[in-house]
């Protein structure tokens, strides 16, 4: 079952307009961890946010917002006033523990294709 | 700092030759991974390493070899290639921060191989 699920595959917005990518996710973890990341055409993979799960607080960082809501297990990822550079990939992901240990890993979810016009 | 340096970019195989991805960090980062993608799959995890000399599996390990014997080098080892290998493969680093362990830390990635299985 699909742990972190982006149910929007392509997003076409126009510039200035606002957008909200959304990422729903699942785990019985108590401690866990979201991000998300960008992947502009170039194809590198860039880092944008990271939240654990004991914080719900909402995050401005300039045009971009995040809003985590544990209630309905949802890290929504929102950019105001879109750009055209703002075209990439965005993926979510969920860190969550492999076994009693230390160890972690990410499961991604599959990526929404976000296209800026001008 | 380089960061996360993968060689090579591009590759091309035949079915059943064998073939190493490399991947070095210069950062002293404790974990580092190997992941490939593909269009409509997202970012599968095929291995990844909590430090030198430990190593585990991830999502999609079939296939493929790794080894830990430094901090800095994670390579990945294609050991008869096969066309359903043909992605893009990507190197991601992380460090481990107080209370955070590092695979729920920030990763930094390389700049991906592409590898053709012809």
């Known amino acids: 079952a699909q742990k972190v699920t982006q149910a929007q595959t392509e997003i076409s917005v126009v510039e200035k307009e606002d957008v909200t990518l959304d990422c729903v996710y699942e785990?019985?973890?108590?401690?866990?961890?979201l991000f998300w990341y960008k992947q502009p055409p170039s194809g590198e993979l860039v880092f944008l946010i990271r939240?654990?799960?004991?914080d719900e607080q909402n995050e401005i960082s300039g045009r971009y917002s995040w809003n985590f809501q544990k209630s309905t297990s949802s890290f929504n990822f929102t950019i105001t006033a879109s750009q055209v550079v703002d075209s990439a990939v965005y993926f979510c992901?969920?860190?969550?523990?492999?076994?009693?240990?230390?160890?972690?890993?990410?499961?991604w979810g599959l990526g929404t294709s976000l296209a800026v016009n001008p | 700092n380089a960061g996360v340096t993968q060689t090579p970019k591009f590759q091309v195989l035949k079915t059943g030759q064998s073939m190493t991805l490399q991947c070095a960090q210069d950062m002293n980062h404790e974990y580092m991974s190997w992941y490939r993608q593909d269009p409509g799959m997202g970012l599968r995890l095929i291995h990844y390493?909590?430090?030198?000399?430990?190593?585990d599996q991830g999502e999609v390990p079939n296939g493929y070899n790794v080894s830990r014997s430094t901090t800095e080098d994670f390579p990945l080892r294609l050991l008869s290639a096969a066309p359903s290998q043909t992605s893009v493969y990507f190197c991601a680093s992380s460090y481990g921060t107080s209370g955070v362990p590092p695979g729920a830390n920030v990763l930094t990635f390389g700049a991906g191989s592409r590898l053709t299985v012809l």
């Open positions: 785990t019985r973890d108590t401690t866990y961890y």
């Open positions: 390493s909590v430090g030198a000399g430990i190593t």
């Open positions: 992901a969920l860190s969550e523990a492999v076994n009693a240990g230390n160890n972690r890993k990410l499961i």
């Open positions: 939240r654990n799960s004991f």
